[in-house]
T-cell receptor, first 110, second 114 residues
Framework: GQNIDQPTEMTATEGAIVQINCTYQ??????LFWYQQHAGEAPTFLSY????GLEEKGRFSSFLSRSKGYSYLLLKELQMKDSASYLC???????????FGKGNQVVVIP | DVKVTQSSRYLVKRTGEKVFLECVQD?????MFWYRQDPGLGLRLIYF???????EKGDIPEGYSVSREKKERFSLILESASTNQTSMYLC?????????????FGEGSRLTVL
């Protein structure tokens, strides 16, 4: 089974930095994904971490610590279009599935 | 570009009706998934399939069935729709198991059951 935890909502100012955390407990861990989802749209892929450490992709970075069951997504130089829900998802060996957290709603204000 | 197409963006059905949600992908992916998404509950896995005619229950299969007669098509069936099945339904696909790459999503089907 799996248990994935994310905070539900946060508000940040345009140009700021925001960190979205995700903790998980799962067996057969095979990587962690971050997805972005705008209201009324399908999720879009942001990042995939399978090894410990930080992966940087432009304004977005994702960090993983497998020993702590912890990941975060860092959004820098926030823009209004970054207002969305950010979903953490864990891949498991045992059953070929991807289990999602409930998502964190980020609201960017001017 | 991978394309995952869901047959209907919006549907309105009555309680007790049989509902078919169709999903087609054009990249020869082995694995296909059906999720439902509800406010405060996130994405929950209903069923998935890793090959033609193969299916596995997800976390919330009750009230649903699926069909995978061809590799590119994965259908979700509500035998007798109920109001608690009002939701956004998302289909997704990925080349192979285990899930180590991007999951490609369709645009979603918003179902309302009256």
């Amino acid at each position: 089974g799996q248990n994935i935890d994310q905070p539900t909502e946060m508000t940040a100012t345009e140009g700021a930095i925001v960190q979205i955390n995700c903790t998980y407990q799962t067996s057969g861990f095979n990587g962690l994904f971050w997805y972005q989802q705008h209201a009324g749209e399908a999720p879009t892929f942001l990042s995939y971490n399978v090894l410990d450490g930080l992966e940087e992709k432009g304004r977005f970075s994702s960090f993983l610590s497998r020993s702590k069951g912890y990941s975060y997504l860092l959004l820098k130089e926030l823009q209004m279009k970054d207002s969305a829900s950010y979903l953490c998802a864990v891949s498991m060996f045992e059953n070929n599935r991807l289990a999602f957290g409930k998502g964190n709603q980020v609201v960017v204000i001017p | 570009d991978v394309k995952v197409t869901q047959s209907s963006r919006y549907l309105v059905k009555r309680t007790g009706e049989k509902v078919f949600l169709e999903c087609v992908q054009d990249m020869d992916h082995e694995n296909m998934f059906w999720y439902r998404q509800d406010p405060g509950l996130g994405l929950r896995l209903i069923y998935f399939s890793y090959d033609v005619k193969m299916k596995e229950k997800g976390d919330i299969p009750e009230g649903y069935s699926v069909s995978r007669e061809k590799k590119e098509r994965f259908s979700l069936i509500l035998e007798s729709a109920s109001t608690n099945q009002t939701s956004m339904y998302l289909c997704a696909s990925i080349p192979a198991s285990p899930v180590t790459g991007e999951l490609f999503f369709g645009e979603g089907s918003r179902l309302t059951v009256l």
